[in-house]
Every structure is written in C-alpha cells, then in structure tokens.
C-alpha cells in the first residue's frame, strides 16, 4: 500500500468515526486549535521567515512572482490574529449538519426527511498562503468533512508547523488527529489524485495552470476556480465620487488577490467626464492603463508613459499587479456581453444609479458575484459573514461564490416507518392507499 493510499484511507476512516461523535466536540476541537496556534506564535512566524527567505532569491531571479510571496507573509499587521479571530468565528456560527430541508409524510407511519450531512473526505491544494490551513482546517472539522491539505512548496514550513499543531490539538478531543492531514510532495499528490474510492472532492486553490493539471489527472469531483479575472464597469448613470471610490480599491487594495479588479469597462457617454477622472486616480496609485483606442484617446493629455494601447489579450489576463484593462462599451448589455465572454466568471461590479441597469446586472451576469456600488474586494467568505473561506467557487454545481459551511455539506434522505409491521411499496401502490405527501414540520426526526 502506497503512502497515500494509507493518508486517503486515514482520513476515510477518521472521518466515519468522527460522525458518531457529539457535533459540540467540534467546537471544542477549534477552541484547543486556536490556542495551540495562539500559543505557537512565534515558532510559526519564525517558520513563516524560513519561508520567506527561501522564496527572496527565487523572486528575484523571476522563478517566483512577488504576488506569489506577498501572500506568503503571515507577519503582516493583523494577519496572524485574522487567521486566528476566524477559527473563533467558525466555532460561532450555527452547525451546518442535522439540517432539515425537506419534510413529508409519504403516507400514514412514514416520513421522509432530507438532512443536511458532510461531503467527506476533502482534498484541499493550495499555493503559497499558508493561513489556509488553518481556514480549512477550522471549516472543514466545523462542518464535519476529513480533510488532506497540500501547500505550495513556497509555504512547507509554515504549513508543516500549523498542520502539526492541529493534530497535536485534536489529539486532546474525540476527533481523530487522522482528521486533518497534511502532505508536502507532487508525488503524493499525484498518487492521491488516484483516490477516488476515498477521497470525495478534491478543492485546489490557485492559478490557471494548477487547476487545469489537477482536473486532467483525477476522477474526483473537483471545486474551485481557475482566475481571477474581475471587472468593474462604469454606468452611463454613474457617479464620479462613487466610480473613483469603487474602481480604484477593487484595484489597489490588494493586487495579488483573485477579487481585485483586472478590467474597466466604461460606458462611452463617460470618455470625457468621469473616465479622465478615474484614470488620474489610478495613474496617481502607479497603475497602468492598457486602453482601446476610444479610452486611449480620452486621456492622451496626461501624457503619462503608464497609459498605452491595449492588446486583445489583455482583456482575458489576470494581471496580479499595477496592471489594468480598459474597455469602451455603448451600453450595460455591451459590458455584460463582454465580461461574460472574457472574464473567469469570479466577482464583477457596475456603477450605477438606475433600477434598470442593476437588475439587467444582477440578471444577465454569468458570475458567481454580482455586485452593484461596492468593490469586488467584498468577495470573500470572512466578509460575507462566512467565518472563513475553503475557497471561491465558480462552478454552477453544489456550491458558488465563497465557500463557507454550507458550501461543504450535502444531504441525505432519512426515511422512517412508524407502522409495526414495517412499510412496503405495496401499502401504497398495486391497489393500496395510495400517497399523502403531506407536508411536515421540518424538525429532526431522532
């Protein structure tokens, strides 16, 4: 037996113990998480510095991109209690398991309930931020799913030393330690992909190039999103203060991420108002504008070595960086046409002030987030009130948008026969009484 195979058929096992466990003993697992890592802090920052040094010379011989390792960094302000107030935050919201959305009575003495339950077993694998361990870990033991976690060799030690101490802290509960684990090579990986038997969904979290290979090796369902291609579109209607507000932090605020903002699309009628405007602002941030002509033509007075001509390829590139497209449209239905047929179907957002460009946005946008006025930064599982994130879906089954708790449960039928001799078909059919599919209370049925 392989090693993973062992790993996949651990978590298997760890994970069909775990269900016959009180669901109150996974909010204690991530109270002895969270201290286990509060308490570790500096041995985790200081694993996080091997981390970074490591990754400072392959930067800068461009083996490595520095959006890449800007996510690395666990010692920025606020991260390292982010990462810890979202355990909290999990533990907080309300169980996603035990849930009844279905209740009928099929006839007298049988009742049907679908209840909400865990996937399984979960293959998470995920480049570079090592707090994601963390994030799945916390949501993963929440909602009652096994999990098998994959960092990018950029975050190994850091992720090392977190998984351990989350080990070491269900140890000290009723979950199996086997819960969540953790793998550091492609070959496991690769062989893991290979455990369809075992493994129910496989979750990567990264770029283009990740999640492609991933999807071409494996049998397992797998979940997430390829790129983070996002747009902002400004309106006919829109407003100069709103527009700059909202275009400039769905940029800025961080780069790297796969909810900042890649394209512009501004309506025509804004090329000599608004737009000039807009692009000062960005220009004033060091972003540069890839235009179309029309764009182009309206800011040539700033003459600024930031503002060039904009290739086609432009506008289906997730750039990471001080980088934006810019794109003239006549019309809402223009842009939406657009972002539909170039963008990653991710997070998009109108500036507007018409009932009837918002609604033709909320409608006809093929995006897992449509958002109206607000910064597509907002995308995002801790911000959605989700506690954290597994990831971003962008798919159309099971789960889209942030993927919180509820993204990683399913459900099952209970049916229950009350009668003393039992229910068979025949009560109901080939001459018996027929059904009453009567609704019920949606209570738990045990």
């Known amino acids: 037996m392989s090693t993973a195979e062992s790993i996949a058929i651990a978590a298997r096992r760890a994970f069909e113990d775990s269900q016959l466990v009180d669901p109150a003993e996974r909010d204690r697992a991530l109270e002895a998480i969270r201290v286990a890592i509060a308490d570790a802090k500096d041995d985790v920052l200081a694993a996080n510095k091997a981390d970074m040094d490591a990754a400072a010379p392959l930067v800068a011989t461009g083996k490595l991109s520095a959006s890449l390792v800007s996510r690395l960094d666990l010692s920025r302000p606020g991260k390292y209690e982010a990462m810890l107030k979202g355990i ?254 170039h963008s990653s179907h991710h997070t998009d957002s109108i500036v507007t002030e018409t009932t009837a460009a918002m609604a033709a946005w909320a409608n006809g946008l093929d995006s897992a987030n449509a958002f109206i006025n607000a910064s597509t930064r907002f995308a995002d599982g801790t911000r959605y009130g989700l506690g954290t994130e597994v990831g971003i879906s962008t798919g159309k089954t099971h789960a889209r948008g942030p993927v919180g708790l509820d993204g990683l449960v399913i459900y099952k039928y209970v049916l229950r026969s009350t009668k003393e001799d039992g229910s068979v078909i025949a009560d109901h059919e080939k001459g018996g009484a027929g059904y009453t599919h009567t609704d019920l209370p949606r209570e738990k049925p045990f």
Not at 218 to 227: N, Q, S, Y
Not at 269 to 281: G, H, N
């Open 88 to 341: 909290t935050d999990v533990g907080a919201l309300p169980s996603p398991t035990g849930i009844v959305t279905f209740a009928k009575e099929l006839g007298p003495g049988l009742e049907l309930h679908r209840v909400t339950c865990p996937i399984g077993v979960l293959l998470v694998i995920f480049e570079a931020r090592p707090e994601v361990v963390v994030n799945i870990a916390a949501l993963a033991i929440k909602s009652g799913n096994a999990a098998i976690l994959k960092g990018g060799k950029e975050s190994l030690h850091t992720a090392t030393l977190l998984a351990s101490l989350i080990s070491r802290a269900l140890a000290q509960t009723s979950i199996p330690p086997a819960f969540v684990q953790a793998v550091s090579t492609r070959e496991e990986i690769s062989q893991l992909l290979a455990q369809d038997k075992n493994i129910d969904l496989v979750m990567p979290r990264g770029g283009n190039e990740l999640v492609s290979s991933i999807k071409s090796q494996t049998k397992i369902p797998v979940m997430g999103h390829a790129d983070g291609i996002c747009a902002v579109y400004l309106d006919e209607s829109a407003v100069e203060q709103k527009a700059v507000r909202v275009a400039v932090e769905s940029k800025i605020d961080y780069m790297a991420a796969c909810n900042a903002a890649e394209t512009l699309i501004v309506h025509e009628s804004l090329l000599s108002t608004i737009w000039p405007r807009v692009a000062e602002a960005l220009l004033s941030h060091s972003v540069a504008l890839r235009c179309d002509a029309a764009s182009l033509s309206a800011v040539s007075h700033l003459a600024s070595a930031h503002v060039t001509a904009s290739t086609p390829a432009d506008y289906s590139t997730e750039f990471l960086g001080p980088t934006l497209a810019v794109l003239t449209v006549p019309s809402v239905a223009a842009a939406i046409k657009h972002i539909n047929a």
